[in-house]
């Protein structure tokens, strides 16, 4: 099964830079998803990490190191409409390869 | 656009009252999936077609039971709504075998129980 930890709630100042972190415990691994979601709509797609490394995406990266099951999205020049939770979530290397989903950490951009 | 649909996007029902969501997708993705999302918690997946197979999550209530007619439907019903059934439904949609299997979400139903 799949352990995932990220902070509940982080409040940030518009046009800055704020860093979201995410921890996982994996009993197999096969890549770490970041999704956006803004109150009561669906998840959206934001990045994709299977390797180690930073994939980066205008103003939105993401980072993997699978030695010490990390990750962070870094989200840089922020504005008010990336206030939203952003969803870790793992994929399991096993089977159909499941993917489970972080509670979210709820990020505040404030003017 | 190739997108995933959820009707009805609102749905009240009525305590023990049987509701059926749907879910239809123009991605011609090979697996389907169902899950339940209360306020502040992650999405909890309830089951998934890989094609026609039917996969359930071993913590998945009796009462909630999913069918995939065709590649591009799939439904959730819910024999007996309690209140805490009450939350979010999401559908998503994957292809696998793909290079990410980026899961795709629908906009949800969100479901009250009276």
């Known amino acids: 099964g799949q352990n995932i930890d990220q902070p509940t709630e982080m409040t940030a100042t518009e046009g800055a830079i704020v860093q979201i972190n995410c921890t996982y415990q994996?009993?197999?691994?096969?890549?770490l998803f970041w999704y956006q979601q803004h109150a009561g709509e669906a998840p959206t797609f934001l990045s994709y990490n299977v390797l180690d490394g930073l994939e980066e995406k205008g103003r939105f990266s993401s980072f993997l190191s699978r030695s010490k099951g990390y990750s962070y999205l870094l989200l840089k020049e922020l504005q008010m409409k990336d206030s939203a939770s952003y969803l870790c979530a793992v994929r399991d290397s096993g089977g159909y390869q499941k993917v489970t989903f972080g509670i979210g950490t709820k990020l505040q951009v404030i003017p | 656009d190739a997108m995933v649909i959820q009707n009805p996007r609102y749905q009240v029902t009525q305590f023990g009252k049987p509701v059926t969501l749907s879910c239809s997708q123009t991605?011609?993705?090979?697996?389907m999936y169902w899950y339940q999302q209360k306020s502040s918690q992650a999405p909890k997946l309830l089951f998934h077609y890989y094609d026609k197979d039917f996969n359930n999550e071993a913590d998945t209530p009796d009462n909630f039971q999913s069918r995939r007619p065709n590649t591009s439907f799939c439904f959730l019903d819910i024999r007996s709504p309690g209140l805490g059934d009450a939350a979010m439904y999401l559908c998503a949609t994957s292809s696998v075998g793909s290079a990410t299997d980026t899961q795709y979400f629908g906009p949800g139903t969100r479901l009250t129980v009276l």
């Open positions: 991605l011609n993705h090979n697996v």
């Open positions: 994996t009993s197999g691994f096969n890549g």
